[in-house]
């Protein structure tokens, strides 16, 4: 199956510099340098390419389609190929933007980091979470053996809490933001404390379940209401 190629507006209607959706690298692309320097895009692939020859600039090109729709070279650098691209070009404006360009990419840096912390907590919390889960499917097995409130108590948890996290229950974790992890990880929490403190307490295995789910439910809601009131 053929990879749809982006345009060049998709490329320019980017950040300056991104994060890539695997949250894996901080990036630009040599579309967005040669507009914010005033250059064309062939003038900065011939520089990439030349310092590729120069074993300095390890990079392979990506492509895009043009207005004709016909197939045209950008790259993707990161901060050190970026560097080095730049180095050469001169004038105040250029300076300018070489220093704009470094802060961004230590912004970015600074958020994949703390994405990546958050990412790490929020993974800690929910392990913690689905022991406790564990437990109660235990208990829930031996009242509703064939009960899917049994057999799916993992999945409507989770759904719940990403829903009320994001308000969709099939966000993917790698779509979240720094803060949706933080608020995922603190979910998490009030899950397994809430069913360690219940089971404790002798409440019914079933009862326990549906306050978990009605606990995750209402943060959506007080989550919804915060948001209508701003």
């Not at 600039?57 to 993707?76: A, D, F, I, M």
């Not at 600074?110 to 889960?133: G, P, Y």
Request: proline residues 2%; contains cysteine.
């Amino acid at each position: 199956m053929l990879t749809k190629l982006p345009t060049k507006s998709d490329l320019q209607q980017t950040n300056l510099v991104n994060v890539d959706s695997l949250h894996k690298k901080v990036t630009t692309n040599t579309l967005q340098v040669a507009a914010h320097f005033n250059k064309r895009p062939s003038e900065i692939n011939r520089r990439i390419d030349m310092l590729g020859k120069r074993g300095l600039c390890r990079t392979v090109p990506s492509y895009y389609l043009n207005q004709q729709g016909k197939r045209q070279k950008y790259y993707e650098l990161n901060r050190d190929q970026f560097l080095l691209l730049v180095m050469g070009f001169t004038g105040e404006k250029a300076d300018q933007f070489k220093a704009d360009f470094i802060r961004l990419f230590k912004h970015q840096e600074e958020e994949l980091i703390q994405w990546r912390q958050r990412r790490h907590v929020a993974s800690h919390a929910t392990k913690q979470a689905n022991d406790q889960a564990y437990l109660l499917q235990k208990d829930l097995t031996k009242v509703i053996p064939n009960s899917k409130r049994c057999t799916m108590l993992f999945i409507h948890i989770q759904q719940a809490i990403t829903k009320a996290v994001t308000g969709s229950a099939k966000t993917e974790r790698s779509k979240m933001t720094a803060e949706q992890l933080n608020q995922i990880g603190l979910l998490e929490q009030r899950v397994q404390a809430n069913i360690e403190r219940l089971r404790k307490a002798g409440i019914s295995p079933e009862k326990i379940r549906d306050d978990v789910l009605v606990m995750t439910r209402a943060s959506h809601q007080i989550k919804r209401s915060h948001a209508c009131n701003r």
